[in-house]
């Protein structure tokens, strides 16, 4: 066996792809020659680094953040349209119960009734806006 064969053969043995029969050989050879000796240790030491390296996959604490965040982020989303929701009910029910009672003066009327329609249409432009936002956001995804 020449050095250059051995060489080779040195290579197919740190990637585990040498036959059986080829080892006993090359192993004469890198016995008598210390220049294949030398660079068969330099591939095996390669080789161990490359094995020692982990990959840059994120750890466990990272996903639990990630689904803790999602959770979080759900009940903020439902909280908001909750409030939206009960505050245009509690709005109806006081134009309703405003305007099928006769009881109060036609001025009240009036300014209690424009109060409940700003709240509505502030209500409205914000959650219009909110959309808009989300819709462009160029964070979207982002974790904060
Ligand atoms: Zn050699």
Known sequence: MNC????????????????EEE??????????????????????????????????????????????????RFAGGAGFILMVVSWLLLAGYALYSLFSDSGEGLFIKIVVAAA???????FITALTDRIKESKTDKYKGVIK
């Open 23 to 72: 080892i006993a050989p090359l192993m004469g050879h890198l016995e008598s020659c210390y220049k294949c000796r030398d660079e068969y240790i330099g591939l095996l030491k390669l080789r161990r680094k490359l094995n020692g390296i982990k990959g840059p996959a994120p750890d466990e604490e990272w996903f639990e953040n990630l689904s803790r965040n999602k959770g979080r």
């Open 116 to 122: 409940v329609v700003s709240v509505i249409v502030l």
């Open 4 to 19: 250059e064969d051995a060489k080779y053969k040195c290579q197919l043995l740190i990637d585990d792809e040498l036959n």
